[in-house]
């Protein structure tokens, strides 16, 4: 049997409808997505040719592409420091706690606000959980420190105040994890939860109607009728997410736990690596390096993730 082929859009007369019919057709929408097609070319493809600097000795005076190539001795610097695997499973981790924990909450959240019945209760409940994502990370950072200083610290003064020594929160690496991990999901699942509750919100209501009148109770209708319906919704923020699962929190991170050494080897990114390598070194090349190795990354586990949902339900891909 031969392949059958797509069916070709046609004019009134018969004549192939052609690209600049479909521009002129679809106009305003190709308007309104300039700004974001501009956002990418201007701020993702046009620096693109500044990753040549992972592959120099770089310096000031010969600029990008005067500087002496040195293929990959960057990475090779990067791989022998002993750090690579350190920044890698931090980051990793980090932000696949970030992204399971914070996705399970944030429909927990909007399977809560769902059921609740109040509109007014409702609006209030978003705004308050809505407040956080809005806090800069240097706030975050200070309400940290904060809760977990040793000395005035909130924490250490209750468990003081009932007798006890309290706890060097800063000088114990082991404790920083569940903090890192709870201070985020406290910042974003507000936000998080209202993509799903929109969601939610955008599933006919005629089937949970149906399903009441058949005598559905609330367990039933939310994994029979509003999970199912959230899968797509699911499936692709955790794809997008992926993504950026080498894009670690720099803001977070940095102004939480600042310079402190004693806490590196459970709390340093790549990206604060980074940050420090330019600012105390001014090592443009492997600091380059390590962006380079960080979106190849995330750019290879984006590719197997898609091709992971196109094997088990083709219509959830990506591409």
Request: net charge positive; glycine share 8%.
């Amino acid at each position: 049997m031969s392949k059958s082929k797509a069916p070709v859009m046609r004019t009134v007369t018969g004549k192939k409808k052609g690209f600049w019919y479909n521009v002129k057709k679809y106009r305003i929408l190709l308007l309104m997505c300039l700004p974001a097609v501009a956002y990418f070319i201007i701020f993702a493809y046009v620096p693109m040719p500044g990753i040549y600097v992972a592959f120099t000795n770089y310096n000031y005076r010969d600029g990008i592409f005067g500087s002496q190539f040195v293929g990959m001795k960057n990475f090779q610097f990067l791989w022998r420091s002993g750090k690579l695997w350190m920044l890698t499973r931090n980051t990793v981790l980090y932000n696949v706690a970030f992204i399971f924990l914070g996705n399970a909450l944030q429909i927990f959240i909007a399977l809560l606000l769902n059921e609740v019945q109040s509109r007014m209760f409702k609006k209030v409940s978003q705004t308050i959980m809505f407040l956080p994502y809005f806090i800069s990370a240097v706030l975050v950072g200070l309400l940290a420190y904060n809760l977990f200083n040793y000395d005035y610290g909130f924490i250490n003064s209750i468990m003081k105040a009932m007798g006890g020594d309290g706890y060097q929160f800063y000088a114990h690496k082991e404790a920083w994890p569940p903090i890192m991990v709870a201070l985020k999901l406290w910042q974003g699942t507000g936000y998080g939860s209202v993509v799903y509750f929109a969601a939610i919100c955008g599933i006919d209501s005629e089937i949970i109607e149906a399903a009441k009148v058949d005598g559905a109770n609330g367990f039933q209708k939310i994994h029979y009728i509003i999970l199912p319906s959230l899968k797509g919704t699911i499936i692709v923020l955790l794809l997008f997410a992926i993504g950026g699962i080498m894009k670690g929190d720099f803001g977070l991170f940095y102004n939480v736990i600042g310079s402190n050494s004693v806490l590196y080897d459970t709390t340093d990114i790549i990206e604060t690596y980074v940050y420090r390598s330019l600012k105390m070194n001014s090592d443009f090349a492997t600091s380059s390096a390590s962006g380079v190795y960080q979106s190849v990354f995330g750019f290879v586990l984006v590719l197997f993730s898609n091709w992971v949902v196109k094997k088990l339900d083709p219509d959830y891909a990506l591409f």
